[in-house]
Structure formats: structure tokens, C-alpha cells
């Protein structure tokens, strides 16, 4: 029999909650506004929110358009191929070679807490959930409900400062001072590097940044609380921005002001990196000396172990006991080319991650 009701009486976190505590298998529908979202749910963990097939709407679609994994193109042919065989997206990214099962698993579960950020913030509408109807897909990721809700209601805390840190989005960014050469950059920080210029407003950084909003509100905050970024001015609203149909900024062809700061930054961070000395080159951190597969690798594993710890309330002893509670699959935890180090810390609040090339 099917659960139903209005989110005025019990919230989208009151139903998942239930949900996840009684490990119940099926699909959550939520409706408000004329907006419609669903979240499968297998065994009380969430394995997808998004329907089976592909739409032009499909919110993994969507993600990965913005982190600028797709091209039009190859959307363009996902979606014609999609609508000759009737197969599942992942099933054709997979089988297309455009992602292996690891990196998709990534971006899928970036893509549910981002969309959870939004669905818990639901006040009005309804809800429904059907024990009958069931993701017929090969789950690649089981992600506990209790660990994404915390990490939600985390980030909604956060969106709140970064909210009052840019609340101006005419506002102009601009590069205030390079990092030191010593200084680890995260992959998201190196992202944005790319596209500030002194000259784009923030709206227009966010659009072009291959993340989500709240990734890169997240990477900015960083950046202006580290003393590397700094408010140049203001730009007066120009035209309205393309509509989110319009085609994205892709891999293939990127904006020509983003691919040219982002090799004027690349020489002078170069420069910088040579003034260490070509002996510490052997010893950099994953995000400054790791390739962009490892740095990301490294990104995904400290997102999991924070999200273990926020179910577990500790880290974990050992890297392997992360793939068990379903937070990283187990091919995650090595990386082809170097050595991934692991220690706790005293009481198990903190640890130590290191990525070193393998002899």
C-alpha cells in the first residue's frame, strides 16, 4: 500500500527519515509548484533520484552538462541512441565508454545531494511513496539517507554565509595574490583560478565554473578567506543570461576568456612551482602534483570519509572499511600509479592522506 500526504504536514526530511530507518524499498515522488522529483530507495538507502531512461530534464543529465563532462554533442547522441533502444542512461554511458562505473558513481552522488539540498527545503506540495516501483537499474551507488541528510543540512547552513559573504552577484572577483607554491590547491580552487579575471561578475564565474552552484560558492569562500581573491568592482546587469536549455560550456569548446586565463594562470603558477626545486616535485600533495584523475580520486575519498564521520562519528580505522558502508565503491581506494597512505588520528576525530607516486 502506498505512503501519501502533504510535506506541510510531514517534511521530504520526516519521510526520508522514516524511509531509512525502516530500510524500505521503492519510490519517493515529490511534487510542488508544478515541480516533480523522485528518489529510489533500496533497502533504506538512496541508490537514484532520478526516473529510469532519459529525458531531456534528467537531473544526472543535467550535472554532468554542468561539470562540463558532457559535450552537446555527445548529449545530442546519448539521446537519439536512448530513444532507438529505450536503455538507461547510466547503462549507455557506461557501455559508451563516455565514464567508467568509478567516476560515474561520483558524479551520481554529487548530482542526489545536490538535488536533496533543494528537495528538503520543500515546504508545499505533496508526496508519495510506492513499495511497488522499484529502480531497475544496477545500483552503483547506496548512499545512507542519515549521512546525506546531515551533509545537506550542512551545506544549507553554509549556503547561508556564503549568501552573506556574495550578496551582490554583479559583483566583480579578481586574482589578489597567487598561492604559495607550497600550498595544496583543491581541484574545485584550481577550477576557478581558471576563470577569475577581474573582469567576469560572479554570476557569470558560477555559470562558467564546471561545478554546482554550491561547489563553487564553496571554492570561492575559500579562495577570498585565503587572502587569494578580492572584490575589484561591479558590474552593471548586462543581457539576461541563456536560458538553461542553451548549450553549455563543454570540454570540446570552452569560453575563449576562460581557455586563455586559464594558460596565462597555468604559466605563472609553472613559474612558481620551479622556484621549489625539482627535488620536491617527488613529494608534492595529490591536488598539486597527483594528475586530474588522482586529485579527483583524492577529493572523493575525503568527501567519503567525512561522510562516514558523520555517520559513525569517528573516522574509519582503515580506508577498506569505507566500500562496506556503501560511502566509495572499493575501486576507489587505489589509484593506478601511486600510494594512497592512510593514519588516524588520536580518538579517531581527525586523520592524515597521502598520495605518493608508487616505486
Known sequence: MALQGNLRDFSATEILQLLGTQRKTGCLTLEEGGQKAVIYVLDGRVVSTRA?????DDPLLAFLRTAHRLSDEQCQGILTIQRESGRDFEDLLLNGRYLDAEELASFIERQILDGL?????????????????????????????????????RRADEQKRYRAAFPDPNQVL????????????????????????????????VAAAPLSEYETYEALQRMVEAGW???????????????????????????????????????????????VGAHTLHSLSPARGADVYAAAQIRDLRLALDLYRREQ????????????????????????????RYSLGRGGADYRLELTPAP
Open 313 to 340: 562519528g569517528v573516522y574509519p580505522a582503515r580506508l577498506e572499511d569505507l566500500p562496506p558502508a556503501h560511502w566509495i565503491p572499493a575501486g576507489r581506494l587505489h589509484i593506478p600509479g601511486h600510494q594512497v
Open 52 to 56: 529510469p531512461g532519459l529525458t531531456r
Open 117 to 153: 539540498m533543494q528537495l528538503t527545503r520543500w515546504e508545499r506540495g505533496t508526496y508519495r511513496f510506492d513499495p511497488h516501483e522499484r529502480w531497475t537499474q544496477p545500483p552503483l551507488v547506496r548512499l545512507s539517507i542519515e549521512g546525506l541528510l546531515m551533509e545537506a543540512a
Open 229 to 275: 581573491l578580492e572584490p575589484v568592482g561591479r558590474r552593471a546587469p548586462g543581457p539576461a543570461r541563456p536560458a538553461v536549455e542553451a548549450p553549455p560550456v563543454t570540454q570540446a569548446e570552452p569560453r575563449r576568456w576562460v581557455r586563455e586565463l586559464t594558460v596565462a594562470v597555468a604559466l605563472v603558477l609553472g613559474v612558481a612551482l620551479l622556484r
Open 174 to 205: 579578481g586574482v589578489r595574490d597567487l598561492p604559495d607554491p607550497d600550498v595544496a590547491l583543491s581541484e574545485e580552487e584550481r577550477e576557478i583560478f581558471g576563470i577569475i579575471d577581474g573582469r567576469h561578475t560572479l554570476d557569470e564565474v
